[in-house]
């Protein structure tokens, strides 16, 4: 049996998002707050600001929050990738 990776955005975020929930569950606390929370107050040319703006997508709150997303993600994704 030979397993496709056939839209390798889609899976790709997923993988990554799990690997970010999974590090703030299991070994960093607070881990998520840190690094993947866009805050109101921006600081200027801060190098850190910047990685929050485009990493807060791959955050979430909970294993709740993270399987809510990511059913409706991972079952229509992959088809409108492929199209």
């Known amino acids: 049996m030979k397993i496709k990776y056939n839209s390798p955005v ?16 299991f070994l960093m606390e607070n881990f998520i707050e840190s690094f993947f929370t866009l805050y109101p107050q921006y600081e200027n040319f801060q190098l850190i600001t910047i990685f929050r703006l485009f ?6 709150a909970d294993w709740t929050h ?15 990738e492929e199209k």
Request: charged share 5%; with cysteine; glycine share 8%.
């Open 55 to 60: 990493s807060y997508v791959c955050g979430h």
């Open 10 to 25: 889609i899976l790709t975020y997923s993988i990554i998002s799990f690997i970010v929930i999974s590090i703030d569950h």
């Open 66 to 80: 993270f399987a809510g997303n990511f059913y409706l993600i991972l079952l229509i994704g992959p088809v409108l």
